[in-house]
């Protein structure tokens, strides 16, 4: 997903209103200059394109805003029809304010629109205040627009999406561009959000807007940690990471995360299989050490437990041993559902000293917060930050626009990644690579945005490719994020990395 600009604090509807209402009070003209800000962009998108320009304004104040857009394109010469069905008196003041100015500068108002021949579509039907699905009209203007061929400008979000969320309870404009005011909300970033927004663009309306808890997940987040490494270093310095579960059937899995490991430089790489099949060697990547699966927490310095783990009676043994680990631990796949099934398991994870990592998708968060996955996706930041208060960890919620909660309550949304991820293996990968980072001595509270905004970056490199996203494959994700970690170390170190 594309952010204009890429860093920026993320703000819930009720900090944003919170916000206007100070600045509000102040006789600050917010609404004039969400206005402005989206007819530069309207301006831009319509540059060498002719034709009319169709504005959909809703019963709010985002409605208001489409009112001042209209006004100023129609003085930057542009042919605009304005499309509302609320009466003036209903629409609340500085709405009603700015329609007032559209229609004194001789625009007017039609109650619907024909044809699909337009320059631009400017979505202004909801914003913050949506509350329900689209109803009515609305859901019937939503649907039609998103039949046309013409470029899409959502004023404040796409309507239809839950600015708090990013969930579409109902019907939602599908937007080629979408201008936001004032901070990013998190809906843009995340489920629905990343489908419905096209390309995103902040505009803080120049008002000075303190970080709350929520970033956008950058590389600035973890830039401490990319250093070169030292000339006289060897094997023993970048640690023993350690991989756990492989049951029959899943080898697989445990090796697509030790490989993962190895390509993203964990000194030395131990897996432990389940399955009493399984072979000695992994032929593919010999430099990977066999070991049986009791043995690695003696003697491995990072552990990930989970892939490919299973639930059987002996997956319930190494979890018990794995939580008792004292160095950090990555638990995915059937290990969360072994603790989401185990009471006797959960409390051995939250009483843990040492860092423990918690990369769920969100079928596996909705079996350890005990509710349903859509439960978990209908507020997936309020879900991610559960999981990491009750487990006492730092969790990823994966998914487009993963969450990550840290520890210490901290939340980053990831933008890197794209529906190639969508594929077997993928998430084996991340725990990979979370664990080489962990073997390495990166602090989890570092390790784990690292991994996964690398994690999408890698996927965003491949697509770049022509790698997928059909058919992108989960073993190709290490290569690929192996050489972005080794450019960004080098890049930050003026090429000794
Ligand atoms: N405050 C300011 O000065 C500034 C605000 N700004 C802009 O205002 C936006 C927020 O404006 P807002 O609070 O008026 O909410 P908005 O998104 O227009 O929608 C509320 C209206 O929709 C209606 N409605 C809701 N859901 C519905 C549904 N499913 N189906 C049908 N109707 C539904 C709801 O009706 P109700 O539910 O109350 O009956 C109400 O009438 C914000 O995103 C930004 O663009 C900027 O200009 C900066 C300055
Ligand atoms: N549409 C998507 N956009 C971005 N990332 C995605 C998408 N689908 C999946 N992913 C990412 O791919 C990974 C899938 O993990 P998971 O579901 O555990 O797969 P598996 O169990 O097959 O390894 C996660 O990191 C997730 O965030
Ligand atoms: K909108």
């Known amino acids: 997903m594309h952010l204009n600009p890429a860093a920026g604090p993320i703000l819930t509807s009720a900090e944003i209103r919170s916000i206007e209402r100070q600045y509000l009070a102040a006789g600050v003209p917010l609404m004039e200059r969400a206005g402005q800000a989206a007819s530069e962009v309207a301006l831009r998108i319509l540059e060498g394109r002719s034709g009319c320009v169709l504005i959909l304004a809703g019963p709010g104040n985002n409605g208001g805003d489409g009112f001042v857009v209209a006004r100023l394109l129609r003085e930057a010469g542009r042919e605009v029809v304005v499309v509302c069905t609320v009466e003036a008196e209903q629409m609340p003041a500085d709405a009603r304010a700015a329609r007032l100015a559209w229609q004194q500068a001789g625009g007017q108002v039609v109650p619907d629109f024909l044809g699909s021949n337009w320059a631009l579509v400017v979505d202004a039907i909801f914003g913050i205040g949506l509350k329900r699905a689209p109803e009515g009209r609305y859901a019937e203007w939503i649907a039609r627009l998103n039949q046309l061929n013409s470029p899409v400008l959502s004023l404040d979000l796409p309507s239809g999406l839950d600015a708090d969320t990013g969930r579409a309870p109902g019907v939602a404009v599908r937007a080629s561009h979408t201008v936001s005011f004032i901070a990013w909300k998190p809906g843009l970033l995340t489920h629905d959000g990343s489908e419905l927004c096209g390309e995103l663009m902040l505009n803080t309306l120049d008002l000075s807007v303190a970080d709350s808890g929520a970033q956008v997940l950058t590389l600035a987040s973890f830039a401490p940690r990319l250093k070169p490494r030292a000339s006289n270093s060897h094997k023993g310095t970048f640690g023993q990471a350690g991989v756990i579960g492989g049951a029959v059937g899943m080898v697989g899995a445990a090796l697509l995360s030790a490989r993962s490991a190895l390509l993203l430089g964990a000194g030395r790489v131990y897996v432990g299989l389940l399955d009493p099949l399984a072979p000695m060697l992994d032929i593919v990547q010999p430099e990977l050490m066999l070991r049986p699966p009791g043995d690695l927490h003696l003697i491995c310095s990072a552990l990930a437990i989970g892939p490919g783990l299973g639930q059987s009676e002996a997956a319930v043994l190494q979890m018990k041993r794995a939580l008792g680990f004292t160095g950090p631990l990555v638990l995915d796949a059937d290990a969360l559902n072994l603790i989401a099934a185990s009471s006797n398991l959960q409390p051995r994870l939250t009483q843990r000293d040492a860092p423990s990592v918690l990369t769920p998708h969100p079928a596996e968060a ?117 050489r972005l970690l080794n450019a960004w170390v080098s890049e930050r170190s003026g090429g000794r990395g």
Request: hydrophobic share 50%; glycine share 12%; with cysteine.
């Open 366 to 482: 909705a079996r350890l917060l005990q509710c349903a996955p859509s439960e978990v996706q209908a507020d997936r930041l309020a879900a991610c930050r559960e999981l990491s208060r009750r487990y006492r960890a730092h969790v990823v919620l994966k998914g487009a626009g993963s969450i990550v909660c840290l520890a210490d309550g901290r939340l980053f949304i990831n933008v890197t990644g794209n529906a190639g991820l969508a594929t077997a293996g993928s998430g084996d990968v991340l725990t990979g690579i979370v664990l080489a980072l962990l073997a390495q001595g990166w602090e989890a509270e570092l390790a784990l945005p690292c991994a996964v905004y690398l994690h999408g970056a890698a996927a965003d490199a491949l697509l770049e490719a022509g790698i997928g996203p059909i058919g992108m494959t989960a073993g190709e994700l290490a290569p690929a994020a192996r």
